[in-house]
């Protein structure tokens, strides 16, 4: 058995990478993006399953910077007084690591932390099947390891928690796979980075279940025309689709 209240360190130590000069103010060119994409591809999404063992279903996600990890209890016996006889419940609880960011965060959860704990359990709610599981809760423990846009975390975060319920043996419509595009004037860019994103007009995430082909939620900021957010979800559906399939091979590889 192992000791769960140490943290084994690890046997080799890392110097710390220090920025020195200055770094030069970024200037966002859609035909030309600093890691080398156009701005209709993704970043590279590495996801594996099964990497928390304590859990009944776990996933870790990776996508240039991005880092996050997820992981899934029960379904167990739901504690509340108030609850339906016919349908089960999911706990999402969705947080940034204090060191995830430039900014050190705090341990307490804050107001952006909150929101995108409800938005985790809109998008995946319409997914589990959760008459099959009266008067049970499943519990969703999504940290962001390292961040690298807001947008970009909630929809890794959509994507991963949908991958652990998965390999925690929740029955599921269909997994959902989500992606996040940024508005920049007249120019949709798919999957921006934090530093795109602080000059970006608006921003849309999108959750999609690519088998069943619906959506189970669409979130939007800024303003836009028409045209422009039809554009970015004909995008995100398209990308979509491609996460979808890597999460296939995620979990036929652990299998």
């Not at 704990?117 to 099959?132: I, K, N």
């Not at 947008?151 to 929740?170: E, N, R």
């Given at each position: 058995?192992s000791d769960?209240?140490?943290?084994t360190g690890?046997?080799?130590?890392v110097?710390?990478?220090l920025?020195?000069g200055?770094?030069?103010a970024?200037?966002?060119?859609p035909?030309r ?5 156009d ?7 590495f ?16 996508a240039?910077?991005?880092k996050?990890?997820?992981?899934v209890?029960?379904?167990r ?5 108030k609850?339906s006889?016919t ?19 705090s ?5 952006q932390?909150?929101?995108?704990s409800?938005v985790l ?9 959760l008459d099959?599981?009266?008067k049970?809760?499943?519990?969703i ?5 390292e ?8 929809a890794a975060a959509?994507?991963?928690a949908s ?11 269909d997994?959902v ?8 004037e007249?120019t ?9 994103e ?19 939620h669409?979130i ?6 028409t045209?422009?957010?039809v ?5 995100c559906?398209d ?5 979808h399939a890597?999460?296939?091979?995620s979990?036929?590889?652990n299998v």
């Amino acid at each position: 058995m192992s000791d769960r209240k140490r943290v084994t360190g690890p046997e080799k130590s890392v110097a710390p990478l220090l920025e020195t000069g200055s770094v030069p103010a970024f200037i966002f060119n859609p035909d030309r993006r600093h890691d080398g994409r156009d701005v209709n591809h993704l970043r590279p999404v590495f996801m594996k399953s099964g990497v928390v063992r304590q859990a009944n279903g776990s996933a870790y996600l990776e996508a240039g910077k991005l880092k996050v990890a997820c992981a899934v209890y029960g379904p167990r016996q739901n504690q509340r007084t108030k609850i339906s006889a016919t349908k089960g419940s999911l706990g999402c609880d969705f947080k940034f690591s204090p060191f995830s960011g430039g900014r050190r965060r705090s341990y307490m959860k804050d107001e952006q932390e909150r929101e995108y704990s409800l938005v985790l359990e809109q998008a995946l709610s319409p997914a589990v099947r959760l008459d099959l599981i009266p008067k049970s809760t499943v519990d969703i423990f999504v940290q962001v390891l390292e961040s690298d846009g807001s947008a970009a975390c909630l929809a890794a975060a959509i994507t991963c928690a949908s991958l652990a319920l998965a390999d925690a043996g929740i029955e599921m419509l269909d997994a959902v796979a989500a992606c996040s595009a940024g508005y920049f004037e007249s120019t949709v860019c798919l999957d921006p980075t934090g530093e795109e994103e602080a000059h970006e007009g608006g921003s849309l995430v999108l959750s999609y279940m690519p088998s069943l082909n619906e959506v189970t939620h669409v979130i939007q900021s800024g303003e836009t025309s028409t045209a422009t957010t039809v554009k970015a979800l004909e995008l995100c559906v398209d990308a979509c689709s491609q996460i979808h399939a890597v999460m296939q091979q995620s979990l036929i590889a652990n299998v």
